[in-house]
């Protein structure tokens, strides 16, 4: 069982939005502003998407943002796109080390 | 360009030891810790632990402590992973990863994977 709680899919069609929950708990999404999403195509290595809960790295697209109330953190892809279909993990720091979501597969319809 | 390379693909017996390596290159290896993740067939992301090469500070998740080593050798910006006796169960795909870790903590460059297969 993983530490933080993902939705096992979400789907939508394309130029629609999407958002991902991440839920975790006191000692980890909510105690800390250092919650990361990562992409995951087949086949290939993670790719991160956001980090610190809502900063996007250089070269990720705006389409991808992410927020967090709470115990729960989220990831919004708006404008979806087919290239946007793949797995996606929350992770969170906590006591020195970082716990990941099961994580969601995203089918672009 | 920051750069992770991975060691190949094994094939191992039960049993038997094994140490996989990732190489750094295009930053200061020594001034980031570097992080593995295990995927296993079909699953999801496990934080296995971290190293800081500059003076291989090592910690390890809970759910790997005793079941694997982590270690670095700064002077060729390469940490490694390594078993001392193989289970069919350590057949994953082993990801190396830097850790961003000053005010903030992610992984930002990740290497290719190792897939280790344990098989009789």
Redesign the interface.
């Known amino acids: 069982q993983s530490a933080l709680t993902q939705p096992a899919s979400v789907s939508g069609s394309p130029g629609q939005s999407i958002t991902i929950s991440c839920t975790g708990t006191s000692s980890d999404v909510g105690g800390y502003n250092y919650v990361s999403w990562y992409q995951q195509h087949p086949g290939k290595a993670p790719k991160l998407m956001i980090y610190d809960v809502s900063n996007r790295p250089s070269g990720v697209s705006n389409r991808f943002s992410g927020s967090k109330s709470g115990n729960t953190a989220s990831l919004t892809i708006s404008g979806l796109q087919a290239e946007d279909e793949a797995d996606y993990y929350c992770s969170s720091y906590t006591s020195s080390r970082e716990v990941f979501g099961g994580g969601t597969k995203l089918t672009v319809l | 360009e920051v750069q992770l390379v991975q060691s190949g693909a094994e094939v191992k017996k039960p049993g038997e030891s094994l140490k996989i390596s990732c190489k750094g290159s295009g930053y200061s290896f020594t001034s980031y810790w570097i992080?593995w993740?295990r995927q296993m067939p079909g699953k999801?992301?496990?934080?296995m632990?971290?190293i800081y090469p500059g003076d291989s500070d090592t910690?390890y998740?809970p759910s790997f402590q005793g079941q694997v080593t982590i270690s670095a050798d700064k002077s060729i910006s390469t940490a490694y992973l390594q078993w001392s006796s193989l289970k069919a169960s350590d057949t994953a795909m082993y990801?190396c990863?830097r850790l961003?870790h000053s005010s903030?903590?992610?992984?930002?460059y990740?290497?290719?994977?190792t897939l280790v297969t344990v098989s009789s």
């Open positions: 992080g993740v999801g992301l496990e934080w632990g971290i910690r998740s990801y990863a961003v903030s903590w992610y992984l930002d990740w290497g290719q994977g």
